[in-house]
Nanobody
Framework: QVQLVESGGGLVQAGGSLRLSCAASGRTFSSYGMGWFRQAPGKVRECVAAISKNGRSTYYADSVKGRFTISRDNAKDTANLQMNSLKPEDTAIYYC????????????????WGQGTQVTVSA
């Protein structure tokens, strides 16, 4: 079992940046692939970025490629999402999640979830 707590959300103007952090506790952090998902009102939850257990492989949704960067620090049990050039359509609740797979993209692959942090991008 691993517990996940997100932080770093907030209100930012379009074009601005935010850095989300996910602090993990419990089982060995490096045994999990990590992902960041988001869910906007009335929309399905989608994976925006994922990183493998050892950090060597990453995945990005097309909508965030070139703007978002996922990273992890297995020594500090943290996963981060650096979000640059934010757009109003990035407004959503962002969730950190853990999968026992090496690298997960599908929501069903993830077994542990944080409570989420709100990101609001104003035009």
């Amino acid at each position: 079992q691993v517990q996940l707590v997100e932080s770093g959300g907030g209100l930012v103007q379009a074009g601005g940046s935010l850095r989300l952090s996910c602090a993990a506790s419990g089982r060995t952090f490096s045994s999990y692939g990590m992902g960041w998902f988001r869910q906007a009102p009335g929309k399905v939850r989608e994976c925006v970025a994922a990183i493998s257990k050892n950090g060597r492989s990453t995945y990005y949704a097309d909508s965030v490629k070139g703007r978002f960067t996922i990273s992890r620090d297995n020594a500090k049990d943290t996963a981060n999402l650096q979000m640059n050039s934010l757009k109003p359509e990035d407004t959503a609740i962002y969730y950190c999640a853990a999968t026992s797979n090496y690298l997960g993209i599908g929501q069903a692959e993830y077994i542990h979830w944080g409570q989420g942090t709100q990101v609001t991008v104003s035009a």
